[in-house]
């Protein structure tokens, strides 16, 4: 088992920054992957980013490419987010996954084994 808990999440307005982080917590020794997800409601689970646990190889969709970077520390079982130049579409809830079975970087989220509680960004003037 491994359990997740996030934190960061607020409001922010247009253009702003705001850092996520997720702390690990259990057989944090099996992670292979990490990422981050987002839902909106009404839409379907959004793939934002992922790091490779051992080698921080990093990944992300066009959508947050430039703005988002995703890091972790392995020391504190901590993986992070920190996401500049909001947009009011960025505003969802946002989750990170863990990936037990894969160190292979994969952005569908069924392909995750473990979830977060989640944590709320809004992008509002």
């Known amino acids: 088992q491994v359990q997740l808990v996030e934190s960061g999440g607020g409001l922010v307005q247009p253009g702003g920054s705001l850092r996520l982080s997720c702390a690990a917590s259990g057989r944090t020794l099996s992670i292979y992957t990490m990422g981050w997800f987002r839902q909106a409601p009404g839409k379907e689970r959004e793939f934002v980013a992922a790091i490779n646990w051992s080698t921080s190889t990093a990944y992300y969709p066009d959508s947050v490419k430039g703005r988002f970077s995703i890091s972790r520390d392995k020391a504190k079982n901590t993986l992070y987010l920190q996401m500049n130049s909001l947009k009011p579409e960025d505003t969802a809830i946002y989750y990170c996954?863990?990936?037990?079975?894969?160190?292979?970087?994969?952005?569908?989220?069924?392909?995750?084994?473990?979830w977060g509680q989640g944590t709320q960004v809004t992008v509002s003037s």
């Open positions: 996954g863990a990936d037990l079975r894969s160190s292979i970087i994969r952005p569908a989220p069924n392909e995750y084994d473990y």
